[in-house]
């Protein structure tokens, strides 16, 4: 790939979950940022909750969502950015009538830690057991498939 590019979201490669939503990464692995789009549909999560070693940014463009954060709820919408600094514990619920559309950014590589929160545990957004790996956190739940989100044609780029 060159040092420089441009990609349309909607000609990204999608992949799918049924408990998790919808992604698509924009920066390819082995860079050193991570940026993806992600869609949430209401009532599920985007991720199980977790604080990474490195700092992240989340940045809500379409519909709302509910934030899980150290332990705390707290609903977002439509241009509300979240910065999480290194050890921020956090998740997100889609939430409202539709999906929501966020852009999401972090530092590559690091830790990361799944704890376990009765807030998070609420939303069936936290691992059952606390433990550093993703393999562990994310066994008793469905893979992830390259598709496209159920919501697609609702979503902004397709307008």
């Given at each position: 790939m060159p040092d420089w590019y441009v990609r349309n979201v909607a000609d990204g490669e999608w992949w799918v979950n049924e408990k998790f939503g919808a992604e698509c990464f924009?920066?390819?692995?082995?860079?050193?940022?991570?940026?993806?789009?992600?869609?949430l549909e209401p009532g599920k999560p985007s991720t199980l909750y977790h604080r990474e070693s490195g700092q992240e940014?989340?940045?809500?463009?379409?519909?709302?969502?509910?934030?899980?954060?150290?332990g705390e709820e707290r609903g977002l919408r439509r241009w509300d950015y979240l910065h999480c600094a290194p050890g921020t514990t956090h998740s997100f619920v889609g939430a409202g009538d539709g999906p929501c559309v966020m852009v999401t950014v972090g530092a590559r590589g690091g830790s990361i830690h799944y704890s376990r929160?009765?807030?998070?545990?609420?939303?069936?957004?936290?691992?059952?057991?606390?433990?550093?790996?993703?393999?562990?956190?994310?066994?008793?739940?469905?893979?992830?498939?390259?598709?496209?989100?159920a919501a697609w044609d609702d979503l902004p780029w397709n307008r």
């Open positions: 924009l920066v390819p692995s082995g860079s050193q940022v991570g940026v993806r789009v992600l869609v940014g989340f940045l809500v463009i379409e519909g709302e969502c509910l934030l899980i954060v150290e929160d009765e807030a998070a545990l609420a939303h069936d957004a936290a691992a059952e057991e606390e433990t550093d790996s993703v393999d562990e956190a994310y066994a008793p739940f469905p893979k992830w498939e390259s598709d496209r989100p």
